[in-house]
Structures are given as structure tokens and as C-alpha cells.
């Protein structure tokens, strides 16, 4: 474990202590896993009222066009991504994957078209690599800057849209991946209605010098609590979104991840503009013909977790290995244990039922379809 | 008078035979535990040996044999429940009833003082 003490601190971290924080080490900085209510409450507060992440501690990076024209920007950065990015409208935002020769996912991220430039939201642990991963890639027609004075906090339920519509009314006309910039408490801030926890809800990017004031005034609100790393985990493997480094890594690529809904059809075979991202030949072919393994969502039957590591088979004895567990543990809007990994195509259909081994028994699991809660975006 | 180990499980020790549960501390530590796994009746176990398991939302977690011994009683309530641990881990709450293979052997635990010194 990385001593603490050299460890990154948010611009909310203060404030984390002051509300009773458990902390803890993660992608370099030292990051609240739990409040005082625990992870439990945080995760139900999260699905029934509002939840306020800090997610400062993610990449936040733009792409501004020597040309001025955001389409040159768009088109540099699909060399680098299997997405439509010049597709994206002005105000609009879209998941997206960076891929490496092979296929394999090098980072998820979010994209945004801010009219002038994009914005690009990228994994903590990624942001120095996907730094200069752009910086070699787009050539010489745009700048890239990753921005270091900036906070980034979400704000997820289904009580989020009211109590931000407190501080700028405008919001509720925001769609699901709608981007804008708006005033809160007199601070210039970047909002996107999108999230990570299979609610309806915000990130909102504030200028590091004022990131603790706004996000206090949100935590003012009889609805919002305070919620961490252990809540937004849990919140997420129901929600059956990757994590990245657990779900997706280099080794893994967009179609056996089941991810091939964020590959819009201009970029498929006879697409406009097809291809043309690092590991294209592999991820079209996969696209066409499938892949020898799959991201599925798995039920454990009873009422052990399976957690992440654990070997996946096809028969009671452990005799026949169809995959692993990639992120398991305990959803608590379902109440029962969950769980994702990969599996051989032959099992991966829903209610194939597979075996999971656990300190050392063979526990039945269901493949299940994902997510494991419905989503609430507003579209 | 409890006794306590310092991977924090505390015994009562009565007749040669131990309650055995997790201490606060462990509790509190530990967070909302979901899922508590038990050893059978008859099972024998050494010192050190993982005996249970607890799992909270995040983490597995090992429950180790304090002494050498058979277990005799296991508390099903907390099977059923695991948020019991949570709410009266040093009551309600025991794991197990363990009859130890020396009498004796819990003499050289930690005492209540020693233990709250260790957790701090």
C-alpha cells in the first residue's frame, strides 16, 4: 500500500475529514471509501434521494483546434477512438473507449463537443498516459491540455435535478448527455447530465478554488449526503458499468466487453468513415463475426458474494474452467449478491447456469442480463 | 471475564467451553457485513485457523480460531441476519461455541485493558 503521505489530495479533501471520512489509497490519491453512515446507507441514500461524489481526482482534458473548427478536433481524436465524434453535437456528450493496436482498451472516457473544443473527462489512474497518448496522436492540429485546477464532483439520484434546479433553474431542461456551462453561487461551472451509477444525475466541474464552497452548498440540502469509493462501487456493478482495470484493460476489447454500443455504425464497415482507430481489423472483425468471450452479468443463488478473481465453470466439480469473475460483491438495491465477468461464448447466454468456486466450493450462478437496477436517465 | 485476541476476536470461557464472537472494533472496522459463513458443529479446528468468514458490501474477511478446540454450537441468528454483528457484536452476536482442547489455554489472551490498549 502507498504511504499516504505521499499520496494526491483532492481540493474537497478537507472537507472529507471535516465530514468523517474513512480514507483510503486509490489511483494516487487519498480518496473517501466511507462517511459515518457507511457504505450500506450511502448506496440506498444514492437510489432514493442524492448522492454527492467527489471525482476530482479523474482527468479532465481539453482539446482545443489550432483551426478553430471543432471538426478538425472531432476527426484528430477519431484516430485515436472507435467512436463518432464528429457526429457529436454542440452541447452534447458521448461515452468512449481509446483502443491500442490490438484491440485491447487502453481507458473508457467521456467525450463532450463544448463548441470550440472538446472535453474529455478519463480514468485517475489513466490521465498521465492518456495525456500523452493524445499528445502523440493528434498530431500537431490541436492542444491538449490537461487541466489541474479544476475539481469534479457528482451529484446522482433521483433527487438530484430538483435540488440542483435550487442554483440555476435552467437544468431541468438538460437531457441525459447534455453538456452546459452554468453559474452556481456565482462560480462558472461545466455541466453534464450523466454519471456512473445507473441514476439520473449530474458532474459538475468547478474551478478548484471554489470547488469546497459550491460543494458545501450542495451538502446543505436535507437530500444530499456525502458519498463514497465503497457506495459508487457498489452503485456501479449494479448499474453493470465497467470499471476500469477490473472489467476492461488492454486485454480486453470492445466487443467482448459487450461493449460495442458506444461503436456508432460511421465507424463500423461501411460506415463514412470506418475504421481508421488502432486495432480497427481486430474490433470490425469481432464486430461481424463475435468474439470467443463475453462480459455477462452473473447471480449467485445464494447468498455469498463472489467477488472478483473468482474461476467460473462449467459443471459443479470445477472440472471444466468457461471464464472469471471480473467485479463481484453485494448489491444492496437487490439485495443479493452480484456479479460480472467473462465467459465463453457457449455459456454466455442469460440463464445459463455456471458454477463459481469460492474458498474452495462450487457455488451456482445464473449469466443474467445487465443492469442489475433500471436506469432512470432522463432522455 | 472476556478474553481477546489481537486478530480481535473476544471468548468467554466458561466450563472449558468458549463463546467466541468479533470484537467491536472489528465490527465497526468491518462496516455493514451481508454475509456470515459458520463452521459445522464437530469441526476441530488449531489456533490460527480461518474458522468463519464475514463479508461486508466491499470485502471478504477471515474469522480465526482463537484456540485449539472443537466447535460445539454455532449461532444461526447471525446467518440469517449478518447485520446483527454490526448492532451487538459483543452480545447477540457470537459466532461460535468452541470447546477448547486445554482448559487453560485462554489464560494467556489479552485481558479487556490489554485488548483496548492494541485498538487504541
Known sequence: ?379 | MLKFTEEHEWLKVEDGVATVGITEHAAGQLGDLVFVELPEAGATFAKGDSAATVESVKAASDVYCPLDGEIIEVNQAIVDDPSLVNSDPQGAAWFFKLKLADPRSADGLLDEAAYKELVG
Not at chain 1, 98 to 104: A, D, M
Not at chain 1, 335 to 357: L, R, S, W
Request: aromatic share 6%; proline share 5%; hydrophobic share 40%.
Open chain 1, 1 to 379: 500500500m502507498e504511504p499516504m503521505s505521499r499520496l494526491n489530495h483532492t481540493p474537497l479533501h478537507a472537507l472529507h475529514l471535516s465530514l468523517g471520512a474513512r480514507m483510503v489509497p486509490f489511483a494516487g490519491y487519498e480518496m473517501p471509501v466511507q462517511y459515518p453512515e457507511g457504505v450500506l446507507k450511502e448506496h440506498l441514500h444514492t437510489r432514493s434521494a442524492a448522492g454527492l461524489f467527489d471525482v476530482s481526482h479523474m482527468g479532465q482534458v481539453i482539446i482545443r483546434p489550432k483551426s478553430g473548427r471543432v471538426a478538425d478536433a472531432a476527426l484528430a481524436l477519431e484516430r485515436l477512438v472507435p467512436v463518432d465524434v464528429l457526429g457529436l453535437a454542440e452541447g452534447r456528450q458521448r461515452y468512449g473507449l481509446f483502443t491500442n493496436p490490438e484491440g485491447g482498451i487502453l481507458d473508457d472516457l467521456m467525450i463532450a463537443n463544448r463548441g470550440d473544443h472538446l472535453f474529455l473527462v478519463v480514468n485517475a489512474a489513466c490521465k498521465e498516459a492518456d495525456f500523452a497518448h493524445l499528445k502523440d496522436g493528434l498530431g500537431d492540429s490541436c492542444d491538449v491540455t490537461l487541466l489541474d485546477d479544476r475539481a469534479l464532483v457528482a451529484l446522482q439520484g433521483p433527487r438530484a435535478e430538483a435540488v440542483l434546479c435550487e442554483l440555476w433553474a435552467d437544468v431541468a431542461s438538460m437531457r441525459f448527455m447534455d453538456v452546459a456551462e452554468a453559474d452556481l453561487h456565482d462560480v462558472t461551472c461545466i455541466i453534464s447530465r450523466s454519471g456512473y451509477t445507473g441514476e439520473d444525475g449530474f458532474e459538475i466541474s468547478i474551478p478548484a478554488t471554489s470547488a469546497v464552497d459550491v460543494t458545501q452548498r450542495l451538502l446543505e440540502h436535507p437530500d444530499v449526503l456525502a458519498i463514497g469509493l465503497g457506495a459508487r462501487d457498489s452503485l456501479r456493478l449494479e448499474a453493470g458499468l465497467c470499471l476500469y482495470g477490473n472489467d476492461i484493460d488492454t486485454g480486453t476489447t470492445p466487443v467482448e466487453a459487450a461493449l460495442e454500443w458506444a461503436i456508432q455504425k460511421s465507424r463500423r464497415a461501411g460506415g463514412e468513415r470506418a475504421g481508421g482507430f488502432p486495432g480497427a481489423d481486430r474490433i470490425l472483425a469481432e464486430l461481424a463475426g463475435g468474439t470467443r468471450r463475453r462480459r455477462v452479468g452473473l447471480k449467485p443463488e445464494g447468498r455469498a458474494p463472489v467477488r472478483g478473481g473468482a474461476k467460473l465453470f462449467a459443471d459443479a466439480n470445477g472440472a471444466v474452467p468457461v471464464g472469471s469473475v471480473t467485479s463481484g460483491g453485494f448489491g444492496p438495491s437487490v439485495d443479493c449478491p452480484i456479479a460480472m465477468g467473462y465467459v465463453d461464448a457457449a455459456h454466455a447466454e442469460n440463464g445459463t447456469q455456471i458454477f463459481a468456486e469460492v474458498r474452495g466450493k462450487y457455488l451456482p450462478v445464473t449469466v443474467s442480463a445487465l443492469p442489475f437496477v433500471k436506469q432512470t436517465y432522463k432522455r
